[in-house]
């Protein structure tokens, strides 16, 4: 039970900070208007060859009108959002290219993506996210 509250406490840490693989590139550096709760992980050592140090996460994202998830890159931690509510824009920085994502449609984190996310509408946007991220 500690090492899971532990776990929790460095994830939600992480959530708020956004600051593993923040690039220079076009698009905000900090967070703004962004809550999160991580509803689960699971840690992946051993289940493959090179999974050892990571976990699979999954956690709800909240982002109120006119916040916004900062510009950042997918090195290591692929991942996939559901949104649940609202619509959000997302800056596909490494792709050149912006794309509105609205209710009950999936956004693709691959390997190598920088992206930065907005909710420039009136109201929330909820997201329900999975990625994998290392264990710390």
């Not at 950042?72 to 490494?94: K, N």
């Not at 290219?97 to 009136?122: C, F, M, S, Y």
């Amino acid at each position: 039970m500690r090492s899971r509250f532990k776990s929790t406490v460095i994830i939600a840490a992480a959530l708020f900070a956004f600051t593993p693989n923040v690039v220079d590139a076009d698009g905000p550096t900090t967070p703004k208007g962004l809550s999160g709760n991580v509803t689960a992980t699971i840690p992946l050592e051993g289940v493959f060859k090179t999974s050892d140090g990571l976990q699979m996460r999954a956690r709800e994202v909240t982002i109120a009108p006119g916040g916004r998830i900062p510009v950042h890159q997918h090195v290591d931690r692929p991942g996939v959002a559901y949104i649940l509510e609202g619509e959000v824009t997302e800056h596909r920085v490494s792709e050149g290219k912006t794309v509105v994502t609205p209710a009950g449609t999936t956004v693709r984190e691959q390997i190598g993506l920088t992206h930065w996310i907005e909710n420039t509408g009136d109201k929330p946007a909820r997201a329900f996210v999975v990625d994998i991220v290392p264990v710390k």
